[in-house]
Each structure stands twice: as structure tokens, then as C-alpha cells.
């Protein structure tokens, strides 16, 4: 198994790992959205491969804090597909994503996770997260 940046033509098996998330519908913009991110001197994404297949993937975001000595980095996505799920990727994107964000200057990692995600909190409990109770979102749709 191999990580490695996400590359242009990851898009439809990312797009399919996005779709077991919860997250259908994304096949009209998902090759723009990569494009930006892979842009983005604050982002990082990247997959994990086995067998040229791209067995889960992570969105990274680094966050400059100006009230605090170090940055955050934010998981914004986090996916294994299914199949591939207990089998070591998941732990071994997630050092990958402490590596990242050391590199980056961070001294935290923040994740959001939706409460009906029960079996990645147990994952995310495992590797050292603790739950911090209170998250807001607006709506800029309306």
C-alpha cells in the first residue's frame, strides 16, 4: 500500500469513496473541485493505493491560528472504502496525516464527524482524538 498525493484522474474513485459517505451527486464538479484544492497552497489530498487502486483518501486543510503559537490542520474528508476497512489503511493515513501536519507546523488536528459516524469515533478514539462537544455551522444557502 501506497499514499500519495491525489492526482487528476483519482477523481472517479474518489468520487465513489465520497458517494459511501453520504455524499452523492458529485460527479459534475468533483474534477474542479480536485483541481482547486490541489491549488491551494493550504490544502493537502491524499490517497491511499494498493494494486493502482485507490483503497481511501484524506482533504487536509491548514489552518494559521493568530491567537495561539501553532496551526491546526482540519481533516475535511476521511474515507476507506468498505471493503478495505480493518485493514491497517485507515491507521496508516491517519500517521500520515500527523506527519503532514507536524511538517506543516501544526500542533493539532481537528475533525469534524457526524454523530450517526459511531464506528469513526471509535477509529478516531483509538488514535488519540478527544471529542470536543460544541460545533456550529450557518447556512449560507437560504
Keep these: 500500500m501506497q499514499i500519495r498525493d491525489v492526482q487528476p484522474d483519482d477523481a472517479i474513485a474518489i468520487e465513489a469513496l465520497l ?4 455524499y452523492p451527486g458529485t460527479s459534475s464538479f468533483i ?3 480536485l483541481q482547486q484544492q490541489l491549488a491551494h497552497p493550504d490544502a493537502k489530498l491524499l490517497v491511499a493505493v494498493e494494486d493502482s487502486q485507490v483503497l481511501g483518501f ?3 486543510h491548514f489552518i494559521p491560528q493568530i491567537a495561539l503559537p501553532g496551526d491546526f490542520c ?8 468498505e471493503a ?4 491497517g489503511i485507515g491507521q496508516a493515513l491517519e500517521l500520515e496525516i500527523v506527519n503532514q501536519a507536524k511538517a506543516r507546523g501544526c500542533d493539532r488536528i481537528e475533525v469534524h464527524c457526524h454523530s450517526r459516524r459511531e464506528k469513526a469515533h471509535r477509529f ?18 437560504a
Design 58 to 60: 484524506v482533504s487536509l
Design 31 to 33: 474534477a474542479d473541485k
Design 74 to 81: 482540519r481533516i475535511s474528508y476521511f474515507c476507506v472504502a
Design 19 to 22: 458517494t459511501s459517505l453520504g
Design 124 to 141: 478516531y478514539a483509538r488514535q488519540g482524538y478527544l471529542e470536543s462537544p460544541k460545533y456550529l455551522v450557518k447556512s449560507l444557502l
Design 84 to 87: 478495505a476497512r480493518s485493514s
